[in-house]
């Protein structure tokens, strides 16, 4: 074995979004293209010699070969020792609980999260620091500032290892420890929830169906629900991960995960129902014929943590991007401890949550974690629900309708318009920022408009700004629309619309969701001319 230089130049267009850099398998297996980005990662974190680093993905197509090439090249930056997950799996909320646990100087997680996967989908990679959370933009712009001037990277030509066989092997002077995937996640879960009344559940008849969707939480579920807890054999479907997802959409929404959907519709529905995403994040919680939306999960699990024995002693504040609703607010208003409003993006959650200022978070894109690891958690959120149903004795759906009786309704949907022409949907937020200044005090329909804006966010702990953070509109009833352009796809671009309307009679909380927000819906498609400007006459997925 030997360790080479070898000559490359700048690849354009290699700059991390939201969570990592994503692009096409395609452009990822050309020739160098992983290989500058690793080196680049390298480079930035600076002197690796005797460090530790966890690695694992979520099994997507082109895993196990980024894997090997990440190994030798972490080899020749002298790195003493790398925790890889067996297979090259580790979910990502478990790539943060290993990095944690063992005191780790950082960890690369190849994924692409909830995008599809297969020869022709998507690839990722993306770099979290010794917190065990996503690299701040301060790190993730040297890397991109890195891309754009590398001439060489460092490599071992040392043959690949076996993924597969738990224990040590060597890579140069560095040693590889092959560890169980699920081990040290579902010790961490046992600590902070109560196991024995989730257990009791399941032994007193408890239903549950939890898609794995066929991607990386699928044996751990397996593992903590039907092996640990004792959910009936069959509980989790789609629980074998698969390169391309079983051909299908590894995103947890009522379009995607509809077989789940089905199976809660029927009339001898289970009793709860839960999925996950491609790399174990997110999740979707339902009842019998009953969707949770991931903003009203995140205000309930807060004005319930006390149930779970890892949040016995309470919550120090809680946090939310900017677009998840406000239904999080009013809990921590009536806690009295205080409610952060940040960017989309995981990495913004880290300060928080290190400076003990937050304990629970949540997006309103099926994410919801806590200060146990620096990621969001999707099976976490799952057994959060499963302590509370314990605690509560009740349904998912009366558990919903007693918070909106105490607390009032967030109406909420999010509008997807995927895959549109990057240069127009550039052009349509252009458009609506000219038209800020002009919108407080107008009315539109029915509403009047308080304050119209691009948010940016200061980071109360390091005092860092964010700008251009997405389009806000609210109105003098609290009721918003927000926009802005997603930075987690590969093609085109995604704009989502938000819509939120507060509610606080009892009486109207049945309403259906898109004729609650039917008069936003109508302002905004006016506002933006989202139509004449997408070329689209209805959004790709509505959530």
Known sequence: MAIQV???????????????????????????????????????????????????????????????????????????????????????????????????????????????????????????IANGGPAPEKITDAIFARTKELKQYRISD??????????????????????DPVAHYAELMQQLFDFDAIGALFAGGLRICFDGMHAVSGPYATAILEDMLGAPKGSVINGLPLAD?????????????????????????????????????????????????????????????????????GLTGIARSMPTSGAADRVAAALGIPCFETPTGWKFFGNLLDADMATLCGEESYGTGSNHVREKDGLWAVLFWLNLLAAKQQSVEEIVRAHWATYGRNYYSRHDYEGIDSAAAAQLMDAVRGQLAGLPGRQLGQYTVALADDFSYTDPVDGSVSYKQGIRIIMTDGSRIVLRLSGTGTEGATLRLYLERYEADPAQHGIPTQQALGGLIAIAGQLAQISERTGRDAPTVTT
Do not use: W
């Not at 738990?166 to 590889?176: A, D, F, K, N, P």
């Not at 995103?251 to 809660?264: F, G, K, W």
């Open 245 to 313: 997802f079983g051909g299908g959409h590894p995103d947890p929404n009522p379009v995607n995960a509809h077989e789940l959907i089905a199976r809660m519709s029927q009339d001898d529905a289970p009793d709860f129902g839960a999925a996950s995403d491609g790399d174990g994040d997110r999740n979707m919680i339902v009842g019998r014929r009953f969707d949770v939306t991931p903003s009203d999960s995140l205000a309930i699990l807060a004005a319930n943590a006390t149930v779970a024995p890892g949040y016995r002693e």
């Open 6 to 128: 070898i000559n490359t130049a700048p690849i354009a267009g290699q700059q991390p979004g939201t969570s990592g850099l994503r692009k096409k398998v395609g452009v990822f297996s050309e020739p160098q293209y992983l290989e500058n980005f690793v080196q680049s990662v390298f480079d930035t974190v600076g002197d690796c010699h005797g460090q530790t680093l966890v690695l694992g993905g979520d099994g997507r197509y082109y895993n196990r070969t980024a894997i090997q090439t990440v190994l030798r090249m972490a080899a020749a930056h002298g790195y003493a020792r790398v925790l890889l997950g067996r297979g090259g799996i580790l979910s990502t909320p478990a790539v943060s609980c290993v990095i944690r646990k063992h005191g780790a100087s950082g960890g690369l997680i190849l994924s692409a999260s909830h995008n599809p996967g297969g020869p022709d989908g998507d690839f990722g990679i993306k770099y979290n």
């Open 158 to 179: 040392a043959p690949d290892i076996d993924l597969d066989t738990l224990g040590e092997v060597r890579i140069e002077q560095m040693v590889v420890e092959v560890i």
